[in-house]
């Protein structure tokens, strides 16, 4: 599976508040808890805290979520495979949360300037109280359904594990004005990371653009600056919904978003196609769906797409960057 490297294409079929302070299979740590496994556990969404940046490649890896975009081993690069969902966080606290592909971990961490070492396996975060609503329009991810994609899988996640071992050295590009990140092990083998959430998300008022299917987008909404989201450092997102204001809990976890218990909190009347957005996009948020996202830092687009492992009807969300008044 090719970790996209939109936007303004949302084909997230994909997926590290700290390789980063990073987040929940990630977010930021905020009240998350931890999956049974060692992962960090779907965290409610929070931003990084205004600490000091690890030494990483000038403080760049201390600012968001990365993905594992590639694998290289033995001069051969691969792409996750379509089921995995591969990420890594470093946290302020000496930590480090992600996944190696569908196996979760939390392991003590050090980086410095040019490197980055691993340590001892920890006890995982406590359990999360909820999880997003089981996948309907086909198999969720981490769910091989033939044995050569189990071997498939089984086999990205050693290579994972292989150059994250010892002390990885670390560099970064920014080809096609994205920056990306490489950890290079003695050996020459290598994994490449994506970041897919930036220390400005919190800070970022979301203009709900589009409705997506596949790669296609539906017809702008009439509300226009009107329907946004503001994701808060404590686990809620608000805004309005085109005519009436919203909140809803927002929990993240690793490259994954779901939303618990959205209620309006006006009661106006609008126009009636405004309405009609309105009661579609709350009946949407109310299915609790494990989106998958993708907000580029640097980049002016956010994209949630419902994660399904082999995609039948990839569905979704588009948004758009504007000032938080």
């Not at 990084?48 to 890896?61: D, E, Q, V, Y």
């Not at 990885?168 to 990306?180: F, N, V």
């Not at 919203?246 to 106006?268: E, I, K, N, Y």
């Amino acid at each position: 599976m090719q970790v996209p490297r939109k936007l303004p294409l949302l084909s997230v079929a994909v997926a590290v508040t700290a390789l980063l302070a990073v987040a929940g299979c990630s977010g930021a740590p905020g009240r998350d808890g931890g999956k049974s496994g060692g992962s960090s556990a779907p965290a409610k969404a929070s931003a990084s805290p205004a600490k000091k940046r690890p030494a990483g490649t000038g403080g760049l890896l201390s600012g968001g979520v990365w993905a594992v975009r590639h694998v290289t081993s033995d001069g051969h690069e691969e792409n996750p495979p379509s089921e995995a969902r591969p990420w890594l966080a470093l946290h302020d606290d000496g930590t480090a949360t992600g996944d190696y592909g569908c196996t979760p971990f939390r392991v003590k961490a050090e980086v410095k300037a040019a490197s980055l070492t691993l340590g001892k396996d920890l006890e995982p975060l406590p359990a999360p109280s909820a999880s997003p609503a089981a996948p309907v329009g086909g198999p969720g991810p981490c769910r091989p359904d033939r044995p050569e994609a189990e071997k498939e899988l089984t086999d990205f996640e050693k290579k994972v594990r292989e150059v994250l071992k010892g002390r990885p050295a670390l560099s970064k590009e920014r080809p096609y004005d994205e920056t990306l990140v490489h950890l290079k092990n003695k050996r020459g083998d290598s994994i490449t990371l994506a970041q897919a959430r930036g220390e400005n998300f919190f800070a970022t008022r979301w203009k709900l653009a589009a409705v997506t299917v596949y790669d296609g987008y539906g017809p702008d909404f009439a509300a226009g600056d009107e329907l946004y989201f503001d994701f808060h450092d404590n686990g809620e997102v608000s805004g309005k919904l085109g005519c009436n204001d919203f909140t809803a809990d927002a929990t993240f976890s690793g490259l994954h978003v779901f939303f618990r218990d959205p209620v309006l909190t006006t009661h106006r009347t609008c126009g009636k196609q405004v309405m009609e957005e309105e009661a579609s996009v709350l009946t949407t948020l109310k299915k609790s769906l494990n989106y998958q996202y993708w907000a580029e830092p640097g980049g002016t687009s956010l994209s949630l797409n419902d994660d399904l492992a082999f995609p039948a009807i990839e569905s979704g969300f588009l948004f758009s960057a504007m000032p938080r008044r």
